[in-house]
């Protein structure tokens, strides 16, 4: 008998006791087990087998099948779809964390040999890497193309717009943000109106992200806890409707193995529908999302585009649907093959 | 082949359906089980592939002393059993090809061998025009007819079979019984219950005889 049987990883012992001897009337005659001519193969095959055999029983509900896959997409979509909006604020967030700048607003009547001056005078201190001065000409006309007030800005018959400084400090290039001594400093400056640093609703932000994503992870496990509950039930009805099945499989020496293997591979198959429908779910919604987000970077000029899943995410994703479709069939038969025993 | 010593079977209830049954068969013997319906014929069949434990008394199968049979070897004690039920237990969705491949596929047999070993057995039952069909289309005698294929296509040293002709006509019952015999020639041990006196007594084979779960008679015909 060879060990590669499937039946044979669990019911071979060493203690066999050894077949008694043949009469020779019984010699047409051999018993199941010395002459099964399987192999690693034949067993391979056997997975396929199951493997389509499985979806072909899918099949043959399609619909029932089709919305007990859509509830797991639902399900797996949630937390997914909330995973990939945070990544994408969490990736906009660190675009202008990046820069730390210093605004500084000059007064309205500075003129501008004071303010080239002035952004000379700044740019000798070691402190400060870069100047860069916008006059209120260039703010006017930045304003008026990217804003699309054009209209409203021909009523005003003066330049409302002071003149910038905006100031990289030293520090930016090392990653951490300016010292508040040197946001004071700075205000103090003569012609100086106004030093605006305003990190501060940026490290809000970002620990709400934080927030946000520890709840979407608890929303997740929760989630994922509804997929083991809805295969785990799927499969329990399965089980139920093919008792006579597993009651005539046993009763002709089959292996729990090999009783269980059909219904696991409903529920792989539960959980790759499922996830595969969960990533068209979010991959529909960010498509949606895309014009309208696109729109609004605009008029933050920013060149930010909405990310949606890429290869790793989206393996992720399947991988994850797959084993809560395997976990919660496994929950289910071994709690409920048990309970069947042939009559 | 077939040994039981002192057997006992007790149900949760209290019941007693076997009182201290001992016989034995031997390998390639065809023997018969009667009795009145409730005198534990069911229960006895069912003690030989493990369907049921026995309460109390040694089974001993092929060599095994089922007692001891620890419950993952289960699968091997039933795949060297066939066995024949008299409501058929035929599987409604699937053919009479797949029916009686099925202990075949349980045992890991390569796709061609499963073929080849079904047409056989289909052919050996005078079925193998049917494989296409499904259960429901067939009669009862048929329908038994793949019961029995199904219970022999794998070769098992032992064939059980209960009620085989509860559901037959008097001539179906007889071609039935024919086959047994066929296969009992060839070496298999054969252990059939039925009621069916009459028959029983043409067909001339040794016969054990419950009564309330006792063994009360083991009669060898005269030849």
């Known amino acids: 008998m060879k060990m590669s049987r499937p039946a044979a990883l669990r019911t071979t012992t060493p203690h066999r006791p050894p077949p008694a001897p043949r009469p020779p009337a019984a010699k047409l005659r051999t018993s199941s087990n010395s002459g099964t001519p399987t192999g690693s193969q034949a067993?391979?095959?056997?997975?396929?087998?199951?493997?389509?055999?499985?979806?072909?029983?899918?099949?043959?509900?399609?619909?029932?099948?089709?919305?007990?896959?859509?509830?797991?997409?639902?399900?797996?979509?949630?937390?997914?779809?909330?995973?990939?909006?945070?990544?994408?604020?969490?990736?906009?967030?660190?675009?202008?964390?990046?820069?730390?700048q210093?605004?500084?607003?000059?007064?309205?009547?500075?003129?501008?040999?004071?303010?080239?001056?002035?952004?000379?005078?700044?740019?000798?201190?070691?402190?400060?890497?870069?100047?860069?001065?916008?006059?209120?000409e260039q703010a006017l006309e930045e304003y008026r193309t990217l804003s699309g007030f054009a209209d409203a800005l021909t009523a005003l018959n003066q330049?409302?717009?002071?003149?910038?400084?905006?100031?990289?400090?030293?520090?930016?290039?090392?990653g951490t943000p300016p010292t508040q001594a040197l946001v004071d400093d700075l205000a103090k400056l003569p012609s100086v109106e106004i030093a605006q640093y305003d990190m501060r609703w940026l490290q809000r932000l970002s620990a709400?992200?934080?927030t946000a994503k520890r709840g979407v992870l608890v929303l997740a496990g929760l989630l994922a806890l509804t997929v083991l509950l809805v295969v785990g039930n799927t499969i329990r009805l399965s089980i139920q409707h093919r008792r006579e099945e597993?009651?005539?499989?046993?009763?002709?020496?089959?292996?729990?193995?090999?009783?269980?293997?059909?219904?696991?591979?409903?529920?792989?198959?539960?959980?790759?529908?499922?996830?595969?429908?969960?990533?068209?779910?979010?991959?529909?919604?960010?498509?949606?999302?895309?014009?309208?987000?696109?729109?609004?970077?605009?008029?933050?000029?920013?060149?930010?585009?909405?990310?949606?899943?890429?290869?790793?995410?989206?393996l992720l994703l399947l991988g994850v649907g797959i084993l809560l479709g395997l976990g919660g069939a496994w929950l289910a038969v071994g709690r409920h093959l048990k309970d069947i025993k042939p009559r | 082949m077939i040994t039981f010593t002192e057997v006992v079977k007790r149900y949760p209830n209290?019941?007693?359906?076997?009182?201290?049954?001992?016989?034995?068969?031997?390998?390639?013997?065809?023997?018969?089980l009667t009795g009145h319906?409730?005198?534990?014929?069911?229960?006895l069949l069912r003690l030989i592939p493990l369907i049921e434990r026995c309460t109390a008394g040694q089974v001993l199968v092929n060599g095994q002393y089922l007692g001891r049979l620890a419950n993952s070897r289960i699968p091997d004690l039933r795949r060297s059993i066939g066995m024949t039920f008299q409501e058929h237990r035929l599987l409604a969705d699937r053919t009479v090809f797949d029916n009686v491949a099925l202990p075949l596929v349980i045992?890991?047999?390569?796709?061609?061998?499963?073929?080849?070993?079904?047409?056989?057995?289909?052919d050996k039952v005078g079925l193998l025009n049917k494989e296409k069909s499904y259960p429901i289309t067939l009669s009862s005698g048929q329908q038994q007819r793949v019961g029995i294929a199904r219970a022999v296509v794998h070769k098992p040293p032992v064939l059980l079979a209960d009620e085989p002709t509860g559901n037959l006509d008097p001539a179906m019952a007889l071609e039935v019984m024919a086959l047994f015999r066929e296969f009992n020639r060839v070496g298999v041990t054969v252990l059939i219950a039925s009621h069916a006196l009459n028959l029983i007594k043409c067909m001339g084979c040794r016969t054990l005889i419950l009564q309330e779960g006792s063994l009360i008679d083991d009669t060898v015909p005269q030849s």
């Open chain 1, 43 to 100: 067993w391979l095959l056997h997975h396929f087998y199951v493997l389509f055999s499985s979806l072909g029983h899918f099949a043959r509900a399609p619909v029932q099948n089709l919305m007990a896959a859509a509830v797991i997409g639902v399900a797996l979509a949630l937390p997914s779809g909330f995973y990939l909006l945070l990544e994408n604020v969490q990736v906009l967030s660190r675009d202008w964390g990046g820069t730390m």
């Open chain 1, 102 to 136: 210093i605004s500084l607003f000059l007064q309205p009547e500075a003129t501008p040999e004071e303010i080239q001056r002035l952004s000379e005078q700044l740019y000798q201190r070691p402190d400060i890497r870069s100047v860069r001065v916008i006059m209120p």
């Open chain 1, 159 to 174: 330049n409302p717009l002071p003149a910038v400084l905006v100031i990289q400090p030293t520090s930016a290039t090392q």
């Open chain 1, 208 to 210: 709400m992200i934080e």
């Open chain 1, 246 to 314: 597993i009651e005539i499989n046993k009763l002709f020496g089959a292996t729990d193995s090999f009783i269980r293997r059909p219904f696991l591979y409903s529920g792989f198959w539960y959980g790759l529908l499922g996830s595969l429908i969960a990533w068209l779910l979010v991959y529909a919604s960010f498509i949606l999302l895309q014009t309208p987000v696109q729109q609004l970077m605009a008029l933050y000029y920013s060149e930010f585009t909405l990310m949606s899943f890429d290869l790793r995410s989206s």
């Open chain 2, 14 to 32: 209290g019941y007693e359906a076997l009182k201290h049954i001992s016989f034995h068969i031997d390998r390639g013997e065809m023997v018969f």
């Open chain 2, 37 to 43: 319906s409730g005198a534990g014929k069911s229960t």
């Open chain 2, 107 to 122: 045992a890991g047999f390569r796709h061609q061998e499963i073929r080849r070993r079904v047409r056989a057995a289909l």
